[in-house]
């Protein structure tokens, strides 16, 4: 009975320890969770005054900068527009068309995906074969047809719910999203070539 007793003591003792170190390894957890949180919140926030000060300073020749998910590329459609009109028509026609399917774009009631399986994955894709996106292609030519059809896979991507553009930092050079390193690093450059640009006129 005494040894019973002493077996059962020690058990006790074994379980609020282990109830201890459960209820410390909870409350470690959640400081994490906290501090994880934390660190997203002001990662997120160095990323929209990135993609705010990157806006306004960079331009085209800029490796880094900020690029609409969503929104059309205006380039075909200026070079089929070069190619079958002239003069002023050429912006008008170019301002309408650019308008017009970047409407279409956005707009939630046009449905022009499909789903797909990969391997494991099920995801959706631009179906290749919807009416509106093969009338585009015999009417306006392919290139045309693909900048719709790249911009509805990047709302697709990065605002499905939402289907409006979303400037996002983007590495020009090797096609991708930027770190907020790479843009810090940018933002930075961008800042001292405007502070000697500054100081040349001064």
């Not at 969503?70 to 028509?89: A, H, N, T, W, Y």
């Not at 650019?98 to 499909?114: G, L």
Request: with cysteine.
């Amino acid at each position: 009975k005494s040894k019973m007793n002493d077996k059962d003591e020690e058990l006790k003792k074994v379980i609020m320890d282990l109830e201890e170190e459960r209820s410390d390894l909870e409350d470690a957890n959640s400081e994490l969770c906290q501090k994880l949180c934390e660190s997203n919140d002001e990662i997120r926030e160095a990323h929209k005054e990135l993609i705010s000060g990157l806006r306004d300073l960079s331009d085209e020749s800029s490796t880094i900068r900020v690029k609409n998910m969503g929104r059309v590329d205006e380039k075909p459609f200026l070079k089929v527009c070069e190619q079958r009109f002239s003069g002023q028509d050429v912006a008008l026609q170019h301002a309408r068309l650019c308008s017009e399917w970047q409407k279409m774009v956005m707009d939630s009631r046009w449905e022009p995906f499909k789903i797909q399986r990969s391997g494991d994955k099920i995801e959706g894709v631009v179906d290749e074969e919807d009416e509106k996106l093969k009338n585009l292609s015999e009417e306006w030519g392919e290139d045309v047809k693909k900048a719709v059809k790249t911009a509805l896979e990047e709302l697709y991507e990065y605002n499905g719910s939402g289907r409006y553009p979303v400037p996002v930092l983007w590495n020009f050079q090797h096609g991708r999203k930027a770190t907020v390193k790479e843009g810090i690093i940018a933002h930075m450059k961008h800042q001292i070539k405007n502070l000697k640009r500054k100081r040349t006129f001064d």
